[in-house]
């Protein structure tokens, strides 16, 4: 159990990456695409199971530090060094919570596609792609040096890009694809332009290290604007959101939530870039504003753009850019008073709390709410809602699943996201009023969208098109229900996820100090 | 960096750079788009290898080390493996590019474009 | 466990599953009150519009794009604005990544 937990970072994402290139070969044998199936869902369960375990771990104990080719894993500075040459992993309470989302989300997904997939060509690559997917994602949160960040981040785009374009015989798949690619590539060379530019003046690459040595010169905030401004555009924030919606559009069903956490572990770098490397900042008031502008700008233009859409999924797409502006916003209050430690237990910490918690609320419910589009989809064939109507009637799990998705992005009691949105809007009305009015102005017009796309969708009479259409298969509800179950007990106990994951990541992300001593603490 | 010449990589890289995002914006043709992703990655990757050299430094690649210090190969290390990442990426692009023109007939950004609004 | 208690109020969800419970169970019982000597198939069930011929199905449907038709045709300037930057085009996005770009550095840099 020791060794499996001291290991647990390397395997969650080495096993993955070895999962990846198994797939192809499990299913060249006879009987492969049964055997593909259960050896994807045995590594998943088995990487649930190691995921579990460092959970508790980095909890009770605290920061876990994986050092790759040293003699015990915790030695992250060589002997006879000053700094970490090795490449590193170090997993604290904010890359545990983001592993927790990544994979609750991958293992509905993958649940979800394996009756979705079936029949389709290609089946191989596609889970192949997922697994180099999700591998990316945990790399990108794991990850304890900017270079490694910047490969996983590639990983994480490559994988999620083919993935969009996954049904090549559509012209518009592709388009989301290639643009996806396109502003995943160009936003990784930024990052990985501004990476030079830190190498160049501390000569490490390890970010606790960079941390460590931080100057805060010209170059470094130039670096720091690199970095932000490519992440921001990664995480689809306003006015970088314009590639998420044509993307998460086109992608299939059980790819889609993967391709939006992708999104979220590039909200976790930003994070990471801006509490961790960047902490000790004098000033972290204009950084904090950044992102608060930001976020506000995603909440608003986001809404007002989806409540337009006629295609379901586009619709959904943008209010996934609108849910990330609340994210940023919670978090974007807790950076702009970080520094004022009086404002920071006031409202601050609980700011950060509710922008966290809304991170892992938002994944489910927007996963659940594109699992049921997609099963529209899956059955009638279009994503078009003027062409819909009356669905309810023969579709009753994915009705009573888009309600439940419906009401929990809205903030409506008791579901999960009422709990992180009440946490935002009283604790950003201490900050500043204004923003936490636009907060639940947009909240309302959520809920108008929601309301027409149910309205239009699946209420009216039975259309003569659809009076055959018959509900989807079991292992499509299987992974829906699975969300919905975590969407209502997540609102029913938010106390209890608030306490045990959420505080622990705020934590991490406050502490900058206890991430810069898990590696360079042997230093004198 | 008390040469002048000593910049000139570091120049040669600005203008890689500046050319690739006059290239990406203003180019509507997806193969040139893909092209300009290339200058830039090269942009890139030029910076990160200038950065690495070091006057009257040795490569690390003796095992009879002759007098002087030794470089840290970091930045090249670095640059290899954004190479290849980059060979990934364009490799990607460049299929896309195809089932694109497969699809719609056309490679021109605005032209083969569905997805708006 | 299940409460969070910040600012002004303490939010507790089990006493709103309570409060449900509690309206459901109303609106079960409201429900069963019902008339139930009807029966089906016949003109009892059939759609009554003042006595005019009741349009068939795809008419009877309000599409989406005619819902919230005022909130629309009211924010009509704000909406055609909105539409202009999405364009669509791959470069369009570069370019205002380059604009956003340029300006936060400019921010990061005068301000610190």
Redesign the interface.
């Known amino acids: 159990m020791d060794f499996l937990v001291t290991n647990a970072p390397i395997l969650i994402v080495a096993l993955p990456l070895v999962a990846a290139f198994a797939i192809p070969l499990i299913s060249l044998s006879r009987g492969g695409d049964r055997g593909r199936n259960v050896f994807s869902l045995a590594i998943l369960g088995l990487i649930v199971f190691l995921v579990a375990i460092l959970a508790r771990d980095v909890h009770a104990v605290g920061i876990r530090v994986y050092t790759f080719g040293a003699t015990a894993a915790e030695l992250a500075i060589p002997h006879g060094y000053t700094v970490p040459v090795r490449i590193i992993f170090e997993v604290d309470g904010m890359s545990i919570f983001m592993g927790l989302v990544i994979t609750i989300v991958a293992l509905a997904s993958l649940i979800y596609s394996l009756h979705f997939m079936k029949g389709q060509t290609g089946q191989a690559r596609f889970y192949s792609l997922m697994f180099l997917l999700y591998a990316g994602m945990m790399g990108l949160a794991f990850t304890g040096d900017m270079f490694n960040l910047f490969v996983f981040l590639e990983i994480a785009s490559i994988a999620g890009a083919a993935l969009a374009a996954y049904r090549t015989n559509r012209a518009d798949a592709v388009e989301g694809g290639?643009?996806y690619i396109?502003?995943s590539a160009?936003?990784a060379l930024?990052v990985l332009f501004a990476i030079g530019i830190l190498y160049a003046q501390y000569n490490v690459l390890s970010i606790a290290a960079i941390a460590h040595f931080m100057q805060?010169t010209?170059l470094d905030?130039?670096a720091?604007?690199?970095l932000?401004?490519?992440l921001?555009?990664k995480l689809a924030g306003v006015?970088?959101h314009?590639?998420a919606p044509?993307t998460y559009t086109v992608a299939p069903a059980g790819t889609t939530p993967m391709i939006l956490a992708a999104s979220y572990t590039s909200m976790y770098a930003l994070y990471r870039v801006t509490f961790t490397l960047y902490g000790g900042l004098?000033?972290t008031t204009?950084?904090g504003w950044?992102v608060i502008i930001v976020g506000v700008l995603s909440m608003f233009?986001g809404v007002?753009?989806a409540?337009?859409q006629?295609d379901i999924k586009r619709m959904m797409a943008y209010h996934a850019i609108s849910q990330g502006g609340y994210m940023l916003l919670g978090v974007g209050v807790g950076l702009a008073v970080i520094t004022n430690p009086a404002a920071l237990a006031n409202y601050g910490r609980?700011a950060m709390n509710g922008g966290i918690f809304h991170i892992i609320n938002h994944v489910f419910y927007k996963a659940l709410l594109f699992m049921t589009a997609e099963a529209i989809f899956f059955r009638i064939g279009t994503r078009d809602?003027?062409k819909?109507?009356?669905l309810a009637r023969n579709m009753k799990w994915t009705a009573a699943f888009y309600v439940i998705g419906a009401l929990a992005i809205s903030g409506i009691?008791?579901f999960n996201g009422?709990?992180s949105k009440?946490?935002i809007y009283?604790?950003v009305?201490?900050f500043s009023p204004v923003l936490s009015v636009i907060a639940m102005f947009v909240s309302l017009v959520t809920l108008?969208s929601f309301t027409?796309?149910f309205?239009?969708?699946f209420t009216?009479?039975?259309?003569?098109a659809y009076k055959k259409v018959k509900e989807v298969p079991k292992s499509m509800i299987i992974g829906m229900s699975i969300l919905a179950a975590f969407i209502i007990f997540f609102?029913?106990?938010?106390?209890?996820i608030?306490?045990t994951i959420v505080a622990p990541a705020t934590n991490a992300l406050i502490d900058q100090a206890g991430y810069i001593n898990a590696v360079m603490g042997a230093v004198p | 960096m008390e040469n002048i010449a000593d910049n000139f990589p570091f120049v040669a890289s600005a203008l890689l750079l500046a050319v690739a995002?006059y290239i990406?914006?203003?180019?509507?043709n997806l193969i040139k788009?893909i092209m300009g992703i290339a200058m830039m990655a090269s942009g890139v990757n030029l910076f990160i290898v200038a950065l690495g050299y070091r006057t009257g430094g040795n490569a690390p690649i003796y095992t009879d080390v002759p007098p002087g210090p030794m470089v840290l190969s970091v930045p090249q290390a670095l640059t290899l493996t954004s190479i290849v990442i980059n060979v990934a990426v364009l490799a990607l692009m460049l299929t896309m590019v195809i089932h694109t023109y497969r699809n719609t007939g056309d490679i021109d950004?605005?032209k083969s474009?569905k997805?708006?609004? | 466990?299940?409460?969070?208690g910040?600012?002004?109020a303490v939010?507790a969800?089990?006493i709103?599953?309570v409060v449900?419970v509690v309206i459901g169970v109303m609106v079960l019982v409201w429900r069963n009150r019902g008339q139930k000597g009807y029966k089906k198939g016949t003109a009892q069930t059939d759609i009554f519009l003042s006595g005019a011929r009741v349009p068939?199905?795809?008419q009877?449907?309000?599409?989406?794009?005619n819902?919230?038709w005022g909130?629309?045709e009211s924010l009509k300037e704000?909406?055609s604005g909105?539409?202009k930057?999405?364009?669509?085009?791959?470069?369009?996005?570069?370019?205002?990544?380059?604009g956003?770009?340029a300006i936060?550095?400019l921010?990061?840099?005068v301000?610190?």
Request: net charge neutral; no cysteine.
């Open positions: 290639f643009k396109v502003i160009i936003s930024l805060h010209t905030m130039i720091l604007g690199l932000a401004i490519a921001v555009m006015p970088l314009m590639w044509d004098i000033n204009t950084i950044i233009i007002m753009m409540v337009h006629t609980d809602t003027n819909m109507g009356g009691p008791p009422f709990a009440l946490l009283e604790t009305l201490k108008a027409k796309v309205y239009a969708a009216g009479p039975e259309l003569p609102g029913i106990f938010p106390g209890l608030v306490n | 995002f990406v914006i203003f180019r509507k788009l950004s605005e474009r997805l708006k609004g | 466990m299940s409460v969070i910040y600012g002004y939010w969800p089990l709103w599953i449900l068939p199905e795809e009877r449907h309000v599409k989406s794009e819902i919230y909130f629309f704000l909406y909105m539409m930057p999405h364009t669509g085009i791959v470069n369009d996005y570069l370019l205002w990544l380059v956003v770009l936060a550095i921010i990061l840099v301000a610190g």
